[in-house]
Antibody
Framework: EVQLVQSGAEVKKPGESLKISCKGSGYSFTSYWIAWVRQMPEKGLEWMGTIYPGDSDTRYSPSFQGQVTISVDKSISTAYLQWSSLKASDTATYFC???????????????WGQGALVTVSS | DIQMTQSPSSLSASVGDRVTITCRASQGVGDDLGWYQQKPGKAPKRLIYATSRLQSGVPSRFSGSGSGTEFTLTISSVQPEDFATYYCLQYISYPWTFGQGTKVEIK
C-alpha cells in the first residue's frame, strides 16, 4: 500500500527554525518526485516546490524560493521541508504529494500525505 | 506563472443535481489539467488527471473535459458525499498552479 506519512503538528515562535518530514512507503521512493503544497487557514492550495529523490534535483516556486529548503534522505525514504527563521505568516497546513514523470508526461499528485499543521505564534 | 481561474467560487446544489465547475488558464496547458476534491481537515484527493482520465476508484459520475485554456469538471448527479471543495491544477510548466477552489454546498 502506497503511503506518505508526515510528521506531526508543530507550534513554534517567530524566528525559530523547523524541519518537517514526509516518509514514503509501498513504492519505489527514488522513482517519484515529492512536492510540498501549502494551505493557509481557510485558503487554497499553493505548490511550493518539488524534489527528485533519485538525484536530489529540486525545483522551487518563485514565491517560495529562498524562503524554504526542500531536501531528501533517500536512505530512509524521507523528504523534508525546512525553515531557518519562521514568521507568523508561515502558519499553515503543509502537504506532501508524489508526482511521476513518464514518457507520456507528468502523472501528478496521486497520493498525498495527511498534512502537518504548523502554527507560528509569539 | 500560469494563472488558473475557477468559476463559480461556490455553489449550492441539491442531491441529484448536475454540477459543472469551470477552470480557465491564462495560457494554454495542453491537456495537463487535473481536478482534486478536498473535504475539511483532509488531504486533497485526485479525481481526474490529463483533463479527462478518471482516477481509479473514483465514481463514474465525475467527468472532465476541455483543452487548451478552458476545462470543466462535471458531477452528473451530485451525492451527499460530494459536498466539498474542488480545485483544478495545471502541471504543464513550473510553478504548477491551482485554481482558487470551488466550494460545493448543500442547498
Amino acid at each position: 500500500e502506497v503511503q506518505l506519512v508526515q510528521s506531526g503538528a508543530e507550534v513554534k515562535k517567530p524566528g525559530e527554525s523547523l524541519k518537517i518530514s514526509c516518509k514514503g512507503s509501498g513504492y519505489s521512493f527514488t522513482s517519484y518526485w515529492i512536492a510540498w503544497v501549502r494551505q493557509m487557514p481557510e485558503k487554497g492550495l499553493e505548490w511550493m516546490g518539488t524534489i527528485y529523490p533519485g538525484d536530489s534535483d529540486t525545483r522551487y516556486s518563485p514565491s517560495f524560493q529562498g524562503q524554504v529548503t526542500i531536501s531528501v534522505d533517500k536512505s530512509i525514504s524521507t523528504a523534508y521541508l525546512q525553515w531557518s527563521s519562521l514568521k507568523a505568516s508561515d502558519t499553515a497546513t503543509y502537504f506532501c504529494a508524489r508526482q511521476l514523470w513518464t514518457t507520456s508526461g507528468w502523472n501528478p499528485f496521486d497520493y498525498w500525505g495527511q498534512g502537518a499543521l504548523v502554527t507560528v505564534s509569539s | 506563472d500560469i494563472q488558473m481561474t475557477q468559476s463559480p467560487s461556490s455553489l449550492s446544489a441539491s442531491v441529484g443535481d448536475r454540477v459543472t465547475i469551470t477552470c480557465r488558464a491564462s495560457q494554454g496547458v495542453g491537456d495537463d489539467l487535473g481536478w482534486y476534491q478536498q473535504k475539511p481537515g483532509k488531504a486533497p484527493k485526485r479525481l481526474i488527471y490529463a483533463t479527462s482520465r478518471l482516477q481509479s476508484g473514483v465514481p463514474s459520475r465525475f467527468s472532465g473535459s476541455g483543452s487548451g485554456t478552458e476545462f470543466t469538471l462535471t458531477i452528473s448527479s451530485v451525492q451527499p458525499e460530494d459536498f466539498a471543495t474542488y480545485y483544478c491544477l495545471q502541471y504543464i510548466s513550473y510553478p504548477w498552479t491551482f485554481g482558487q477552489g470551488t466550494k460545493v454546498e448543500i442547498k
